[in-house]
């Protein structure tokens, strides 16, 4: 079966700060894997998606996640975050044949402080 | 802007009241999703419709039931509702392009549902 960790409930991080949020999954096929941000009082947005290729993705807002196929990880990085970005941020992995089905992580909540 | 719509946002029912969510959709997408998310922990997919083609998840209670009148609308069915079924509850859509797994769902802001 397939699954998806997000190892970190909550990340307090400084304006201008590096950031990383990670995210670990088990599948026994073939994966796509995504980030969804949820700011306050809204719905989730897709950040970004890796689904071949190069295993670097970048979102327009400045966030990068690398797919790492031997830890099954895709963590998610910005190198300096902004008030902005405070929200929740959820791993999600879809699967070959999993027909439309995203398995989502519990997501991690990015507080920016200034 | 095309978006999706979720009706009401907030939902206060009591304990066996049938309640019903709605989701409504300017994309004019094929797939429609009703997810589940309980405090803290990840959205759990209740049933998507393709177009007319309802697919349940196979842990979905019964007491869950869908309907979709036409490609805009969507409606979740709670038929006797239970303390445990307090949670936000999502609606999503996409269009499929190719590998079903790698399309894009677009999300509502949800509804939140209290159980009294």
């Known amino acids: 079966a397939q699954s998806v960790t997000q190892l970190d409930s909550q990340v307090p991080v400084f304006e201008e700060a590096p950031v990383e949020l990670r995210c670990n999954y088990s599948?026994?096929?073939?994966?796509?894997l995504f980030w969804y941000v949820q700011y306050p009082n809204q719905g989730l947005q897709l950040l970004l998606k890796y689904l071949s290729g190069s295993t670097l993705v970048e979102s327009i807002n400045g966030f990068e996640a690398e797919f790492n196929k031997s830890q099954t990880s895709f963590h998610l990085r910005k190198p300096s975050v902004h008030i902005s970005d405070t929200a929740e941020y959820f791993c999600?992995?879809?699967?070959?044949?999993?027909?439309?089905?995203?398995?989502f992580g519990a997501g991690t909540r990015l507080a920016v402080h200034p | 802007d095309a978006m999706v719509i979720q009706n009401p946002r907030y939902q206060v029912t009591q304990f066996g009241k049938p309640v019903t969510l709605s989701c409504s959709q300017t994309?004019?997408?094929?797939?429609m999703y009703w997810y589940q998310q309980k405090s803290s922990q990840a959205p759990k997919l209740l049933f998507h419709y393709y177009d007319k083609d309802f697919n349940n998840e196979a842990d979905t209670p019964d007491n869950f039931q869908s309907r979709r009148p036409n490609t805009s609308f969507c409606f979740l069915d709670i038929r006797s509702p239970g303390l445990g079924d307090a949670a936000m509850y999502l609606c999503a859509t996409s269009r499929p392009q190719g590998t079903a797994s790698t399309d894009t769902q677009y999300f509502g802001p949800g509804t939140r549902l209290t159980v009294l």
């Open positions: 994309l004019n997408h094929n797939v």
């Open positions: 599948s026994s096929v073939s994966v796509y």
């Open positions: 999600a992995v879809g699967f070959s044949g999993g027909y439309n089905k995203l398995i």
